[in-house]
């Protein structure tokens, strides 16, 4: 199955603000949710997967290093 990710518009704006190694990590992750869907995410040491909780307790989240967070559904 393949899975598209939908980027809000401030991903590219904020993107810029970000350390190199950050936005390598977001694309990184990026391509491997596209390729190998939430499967392959969970398979790969280091990608930090968890609920969340309150209001966006339907959401998932992914630490793309100690301060940098991805969230989405």
Do not use: T
């Amino acid at each position: 199955m393949k899975w598209k990710i939908n980027e809000s518009h401030k991903v590219k704006k904020e993107s810029k603000k970000l350390a190199a190694e950050i936005v390598q990590h977001y694309q990184a992750w990026k391509q491997l949710i596209v390729d190998q869907g939430l499967e392959g995410m969970l398979s790969q040491h280091g990608l930090h997967e968890e609920h969340l909780h309150g209001g966006l307790s339907h959401e998932r989240s992914v630490r793309l290093n100690h301060r940098c967070l991805v969230i989405g559904a």
